[in-house]
């Protein structure tokens, strides 16, 4: 069975693992107190500018909810697309921890639509509704779809004119940033992001993600949230010494630019084929097709993905399931050409 369900189903780079075994040796304090931490830290800074002020946690949903809940009171609210992972994959998480509400717009190829942002804004009139106070975007979108620099810019601009903080939910920052051609740098502070999930899982880490302060009006309390919240590692230098490696030279890219190349790879190889539709654009490294349900049941023999129940939209007869094929930095090109060759012959 060869899987492309989830970039999160391969393992971790050897070079992660082989730094792992360099930090195991000795004892030195815990709960981030060691030195190994402490150069994490400036590592992410080199890529996200001095005024970064990173926090490391164990798990994207964590990062995502504690980022999110250090810009909010519970009466506030984080309006997002209706794509967005923290409405329809953290079971209900934001709403439970943050106490507040999630105020979803739809989106067009997982983006998010400003006019319909500005809509929900009319909230804010009567104290019997959730106060709009964040928007949450995602880059890579779920879909993966980018935003460019120009579309970040103008959603920042939109958030300043109307008091919004700016989350950005960047498990697949990387891959963006590997598809634009820009440093983290230039998609995040300098677009004015207020707050960043970094993800480094999906692009090969064994666990480990970071929530990222920009603005330095939020987060001066976060690392009591952090604490409480149970995201605070005693051996922290196992989750650093990932981080150090990532990025110190570039492998961040290399693993990113990788999984996108296999994807180009994927969808170059099945363009145009009779009954074979993509739902959303190529940009990153996940496809969304669309294809007879009896061509999916013999690909799923062989091949792993995950699937959408079939339902009517414009342009697609009923009963044309929705499958998501994801690339990942270990995907290689042998595998790739066998899914081709086996929609090929269907």
């Not at 999630?102 to 989106?107: E, H």
């Not at 502070?189 to 970071?210: H, Q």
Request: hydrophobic fraction near 40%; glycine fraction near 8%.
């Amino acid at each position: 069975m060869i899987l492309f369900a989830s970039d999160n189903n391969s393992g971790a780079h050897p070079r992660i693992l082989d730094a792992l075994h360099r930090v195991n040796h000795g004892r030195v304090s815990s709960y981030g107190e060691d030195h190994w931490t402490g150069e994490a830290v400036e590592v992410l800074r080199s890529h996200f500018g001095p005024g970064a002020r990173p926090w490391f946690v164990f798990l994207g949903t964590a990062a995502n909810v504690l980022g999110l809940k250090s810009m909010l009171r519970s009466y506030q609210a984080v309006i997002c697309p209706d794509t967005a992972h923290i409405n329809t994959d953290e079971c209900g998480a934001p709403e439970t921890i943050i106490g507040g509400k999630l105020v979803v717009v739809p989106s067009h190829n997982g983006k998010v639509n400003l006019e319909e942002c500005s809509h929900k804004l009319i909230l804010r009139e009567a104290v019997h509704h959730p106060y709009p106070k964040v928007l949450s975007i995602t880059q890579s979108t779920e879909c993966g779809t980018l935003y460019t620099i120009d579309e970040l810019k103008e959603i920042s601009a939109f958030c300043r004119a109307n008091d919004l903080w700016l989350h950005m939910d960047g498990a697949r920052l990387c891959n963006a940033a590997a598809a634009l051609g820009v440093g983290l740098k230039e998609m995040t502070a300098d677009v004015g992001v207020d707050v960043l999930s970094f993800g480094g899982t999906k692009n090969g880490l064994i666990s480990g993600e970071a929530v990222i302060f920009f603005n330095p009006q939020l987060g001066e309390d976060f690392k009591y949230m952090r604490k409480q919240y149970m995201q605070l590692g005693s051996k922290m230098r196992f989750v650093a010494a990932q981080f150090i490696e990532y990025l110190k030279d570039g492998l961040w890219l290399e693993n990113a630019q990788k999984a996108n190349r296999a994807a180009k790879r994927l969808a170059d190889g099945i363009s145009g084929l009779e009954h074979i539709n993509f739902v959303y654009p190529v940009e990153a490294n996940a496809l969304f097709v669309r294809l007879p349900q009896k061509a999916l049941d013999a690909l799923a023999k062989n091949f792993y993905f995950y699937v959408s129940d079939p339902y009517d939209q414009e342009g697609f007869p009923a009963g044309r399931p929705m499958i998501r094929l994801m690339t990942s930095f270990d995907t290689t090109d042998d595998e790739v050409d066998a899914l081709i060759e086996a929609i090929r012959a269907l």
